[in-house]
């Protein structure tokens, strides 16, 4: 029998690290098809970022593409950088022609400073969200906390909250640097704008978690047996979190590499504005560089979840493991009337500027809210309304897009 079971054991660990090693080998032959994915020519665009003067000609556009290594097609570009990384050479970039490897780690240790503070206001709002729901359970009578709390804070994304920030902070009350990185006050803004709405998402869980925990059979026992406080409240936050620990891997590699948004209105010198300049650029050795570091991490990130898994449950981790505790209802309405307000709010916005054009100049720069321009205009003289509602349209059904294709793998 334990042969029996040794052998599942190994065939499941060679299943899951042969899915892992293509999964790897499929984004990186990706990355390295995206100059020619992107219907636009490579040398085109290294020309016009290097060279803006020279003319396109034939014979420049071929000469740009053997200096750069691309001549010879998509799996030669892909060969010649898998052999550098073999020797610790991630490439020079196409643009400055400069070594993408410094440049790529100095943009990955800001991040990860950046992910760390975040992560810490992150742990201090779950924390408190999690306490209520936590003495419930405690007395006697638990029951759902925190629904309204949470919804509300992941209802306000990073790229909202960092402009608000920067208003109320930097502008009006002149308490914070207004942008910049390299200083203790520089970080506050930022790490707020990533933070809060990390809170909101695992505080939510952990306190959803934390309330079906303590309404199993086990609790109950150990009440009876006066086993109560906090021995009690540290066993059922064990339990409560040890089936959790890949949602904070996963916000983990998010806030490491997701944060473009708050990098770029601070003016944070990251790996996702990094990221966001390569892939504009079409500089593929630099966004094959920077992604190769956040694969790096989400597999560091993964091991470290496991290992933390399997430290919490214990003796359990060897007998089948633990499920997740079973999701709680929340009575409450005000989640649900934040929810449905905010839809039907996003949903008249779009359904009132979709007509409109997004990128005819209507007005004056900076033009006033009015009956014409409900919104007003931005700095060009553009329709904000239609800028938003075409804005929204692409990022809700680029987010569908994303959740089906992660659902169906």
């Known amino acids: 029998m334990l042969t029996r079971l040794a052998g599942r054991l190994r065939t499941g660990d060679l299943v899951t690290g042969i899915s892992r090693l293509l999964a790897l080998a499929c984004l990186v032959g990706l990355v390295g098809m995206l100059p020619w994915l992107s219907g636009k020519d490579p040398a085109l665009t290294i020309l016009r970022a290097t060279s803006s003067d020279r003319e396109p000609t034939p014979e420049v556009l071929a000469s740009i593409r053997k200096s750069i290594g691309i001549d010879g097609g998509p799996l030669h570009v892909i060969g010649h950088w898998l052999a550098g990384v073999a020797r610790g050479d991630l490439g020079r970039s196409w643009v400055s022609g400069a070594d993408v490897g410094p440049d790529a780690v100095d943009a990955f240790g800001v991040s990860l400073s950046l992910m760390a503070a975040a992560l810490g206001v992150g742990v201090v709002v779950a924390a408190a969200l999690v306490l209520p729901a936590l003495r419930d359970g405690l007395r006697g009578r638990p029951r759902p906390r925190g629904g309204a709390a949470s919804a509300v804070l992941i209802s306000l994304p990073e790229y909202l909250l960092a ?112 990221l966001l300049d390569a892939a504009s650029a079409q500089d593929v050795p630099a966004l094959q560089a920077q992604i190769l570091l956040l694969l790096a991490l989400a597999l560091t990130t993964g091991v470290i979840a496991g290992a933390v898994r399997r430290l919490l449950m214990g003796r359990a981790a060897g007998a089948g493991g633990l499920t997740a505790p079973p999701p709680v209802e929340h009575p409450g ?61 692409s990022t809700v059904s680029g987010a569908v897009i994303v959740t089906v294709v992660c659902f169906v793998i």
């Open 163 to 274: 402009p608000i920030l920067m208003l109320v902070l930097a502008v009006y009350l002149r308490i914070l640097p207004p942008f910049g990185w390299g200083s203790p006050e520089k970080v506050i803004m930022p790490a707020l704008s990533l933070g809060l709405p990390t809170g909101g998402y695992l505080g939510g869980l952990v306190s959803d978690a934390v309330t079906a925990t303590f309404s199993e059979r086990w609790v109950a026992t150990w009440s009876t047996a006066g086993i109560r406080g906090r021995p009690l409240a540290g066993a059922v936050l064990r339990r409560a979190l040890a089936p959790l620990t890949g949602q904070v891997a996963l916000v983990v590699v998010a806030l490491t590499g997701g944060a473009v948004a708050v990098e770029k209105i601070f003016a944070i010198p990251g790996l996702g504005r990094e």
């Open 333 to 393: 309405r005000a989640a649900r009337v934040i929810a449905v307000s905010g839809a039907a709010l996003l949903a008249l916005m779009v359904a009132v500027g979709i007509r409109r054009d997004p990128y005819a100049v209507v007005a004056d720069k900076l033009a006033q809210p009015s009956a014409a321009l409900p919104l007003g205009a931005d700095s060009l003289g553009r329709d904000v309304l239609a800028r938003v509602a075409h804005g929204a349209v």
